[in-house]
């Protein structure tokens, strides 16, 4: 069954070597290594979320495991 192309794509124009270059560009751009204070303020948070569901959450499953137990 054929599948009828995407509107608005032009076969022709369309060329890789742009793509890769914009793929390029967006690995140089992350490489220069400025982080924007949204960035850092993102990975902050990531942290600590990270932090607490890796650390805390365990823990306090341990406390409402033994604080609901029949002892």
Same mark, same amino acid.
């Given at each position: ?14 060329? &890789?070597?742009? /793509? ?7 690995? *140089? ?5 400025? =982080?924007?204070? %949204? ?9 600590? &979320?990270?932090? /607490? ?7 306090? *499953? ?5 604080? =609901?137990?029949? %002892?």
């Amino acid at each position: 069954m054929a599948t009828p192309p995407v509107s608005g794509v032009d076969p022709v124009s369309f060329s &890789t070597s742009s /793509g890769e270059a914009a793929f390029d560009a967006a690995v *140089n751009n992350a490489q220069s290594g400025e =982080m924007t204070p %949204e960035m850092e303020e993102m990975m902050i948070e990531g942290a600590i &979320t990270i932090g /607490g569901q890796m650390i805390l959450m365990p823990r306090a *499953n341990d406390i409402l495991n033994e604080a =609901m137990s029949d %002892e």
